[in-house]
């Protein structure tokens, strides 16, 4: 990751880093009044803008950022402030979990917009009126920089504190690259998972997988980041081509070192979705029709919203925000639901990765997208 230092570094920062330094408009001494540091991660014809501001002077209670775009960049969505827009000027307005920057501290927040033909950086980033980088010859000038600054990513937009949160936006091939990998578990046929540049739940991407029956045929994007064994919430958006088919399907699966490293499956059979649970091939919930008639089909063609949650034993699961009645088991035995499942007891997941994919074990093509995969120590939701 590059960061584009647009305005002056403080000098301690000079002191430490041999980068390319413009001191401008000083307040005292070199140091001018505020520092911002803009980083974008483009793509086609969007980008995510990733923003730090470092108050060099008094203490701020509640801030505006403001600045203008050069081109014709529009701001789509936020994070950590309130970014608005009228024609090329900026603002974002700080939440009221960082209205403070104490002298010296810094802020950090984050946008997604569009753009058509160049995206150069800002040049009048103003804190509270006060204008930060350089608006004035510079006084001083040194070497560009050799060397990078790591900074750590911030989340994408609406990713709660804590969480793994990816909306594949920062993929660049068509292969999924980064925090996943491609898995095919028993051998790889005509099953693909690549990133689509023309589907996207939000922004502009997505990861396609081309599910086909058989075997040979199993595909699977994985990923270890933001799984815990102490409680586990997942939230994904999927949206697929085909209806669940009676045979058994798979499309997520997660290896339970607590069950031998087999997996925790949620796919369909019988045209409901349901949880498989590999090592004794235990379903929730059973597949009785009383049982499969407490699960729901996965409507086709539209975007649906999945969430599940463990804790301990317990495993739950919402459609579109309303829980499946079927789909949870809650350590107490329920004829049709859970009773299979609970039948071995101890059950109590300890799950070490998280993938995404398409297995049939018999009947079942399938075409499906995922996008805006989050694992949070709680519930996410669908917003
Ligand atoms: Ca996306």
Redesign the pocket.
């Given at each position: 990751m590059r960061w584009k230092t647009s305005g002056a570094l403080t000098m301690a920062a000079l002191a430490t880093a041999a980068a390319a330094v413009i001191i401008v408009n000083p307040v005292s001494a070199d140091v001018p009044a505020c520092v911002v540091d803009y980083h974008v991660d483009q793509w086609n014809n969007g980008f995510v803008g990733q923003v730090k501001v470092t108050n060099n002077g008094a203490a701020v209670d509640g801030w505006t950022l403001t600045w203008t775009f050069a081109g014709d960049q529009r701001v789509t969505s936020s994070w950590s402030a309130g970014v608005t827009q009228s024609g090329k000027a900026v603002t974002a307005r700080n939440q009221e979990f960082n209205r403070g920057i104490a002298t010296g501290a810094s802020v950090q927040f984050g946008f997604q917009a569009t753009f058509q033909g160049t995206n150069d950086t800002p040049t009048d980033f103003a804190l509270n009126g006060v204008r930060c980088n350089d608006t004035n010859p510079p006084t001083t000038t040194t070497t560009p920089p050799t060397t990078t600054t790591t900074t750590p990513q911030l989340p994408p937009p609406g990713c709660p504190s804590g969480a793994f949160c990816d909306?594949?936006?920062n993929q660049t091939g068509t292969t999924p690259a980064g925090d996943w990998s491609l898995m095919f578990p028993n051998c790889q046929g005509s099953g693909t998972a690549t990133v689509d540049s023309s589907t996207?739940?939000?922004?502009?991407?997505?990861v396609r997988i081309n599910g086909r029956a058989g075997y040979c045929n199993h595909v699977f994007l994985a990923t270890s980041r933001g799984m815990s064994t102490s409680g586990q919430y997942v939230r994904f958006f999927v949206r697929h081509t085909t209806a669940l088919p009676e045979s058994h399907v798979t499309f997520v699966a997660m290896k339970d070192t607590n069950d031998g490293g087999k997996d925790l499956r949620m796919g369909g059979q019988n045209r409901a979705l349901q949880w498989n649970r590999e090592s004794d091939d235990a379903t929730l919930p059973e597949q009785s029709p009383a049982g499969v008639a407490q699960s729901v089909p996965l409507a086709v063609n539209q975007w649906a919203c999945v969430e599940f949650g463990i804790t301990g034993s317990e495993l739950r699961t919402w459609l579109n925000g309303t829980e499946v009645s079927g789909l949870h088991a809650d350590g107490t035995p329920t004829p049709d639901v859970d009773a299979q499942w609970l039948r071995r007891g101890g059950w109590r997941p300890a799950l070490a990765n998280f993938r995404l994919g398409w297995e049939s074990y018999g009947n079942g093509d399938d075409t499906l997208w995922f996008?805006?995969v989050v694992m949070a120590p709680s519930r996410i939701g669908c917003s």
């Open positions: 909306g594949f936006e996207a739940h939000s922004g502009t991407r997505s996008d805006d």
